[in-house]
């Protein structure tokens, strides 16, 4: 069976852009995914699950970043992430 490729695309909105406690609720929620993800922003293509690799993408507010995954529960972790990214990684200040 050939594996589902899924991409989508989000703006980081929170204030302070994509730091550590924003950067930690999504790994956690790509980690909940058996599909491989991945993350683009300018030159950097980082693993979707790796803490150090998100914040090494030093995304602050308003960077537009790509998402892609690759594996049986693509379609739902793409849609997953993206619902993520609106509600502001779940971080209020």
Do not use: W
């Not at 914040?55 to 992430?81: H, P, Q």
Request: with cysteine; charged share 30%; glycine share 8%.
């Amino acid at each position: 069976m050939k594996e589902k490729k899924r991409e989508g695309f989000f703006k980081v909105i929170n204030s302070k852009g994509l730091h550590t406690r924003p950067s930690t609720e999504l790994v956690k929620c790509a980690a909940s995914f058996n599909s491989k993800i991945k993350l683009r922003y300018r030159n950097f293509v980082v693993n979707g699950k790796s803490l150090l690799g998100i914040l090494m993408l030093a995304a602050g507010r308003g960077a537009k970043i790509k998402v892609e995954a690759m594996g049986a529960d693509a379609d739902t972790a793409v849609k997953t992430i993206l619902k993520l990214a609106k509600r502001q990684f779940n971080i209020k200040y």
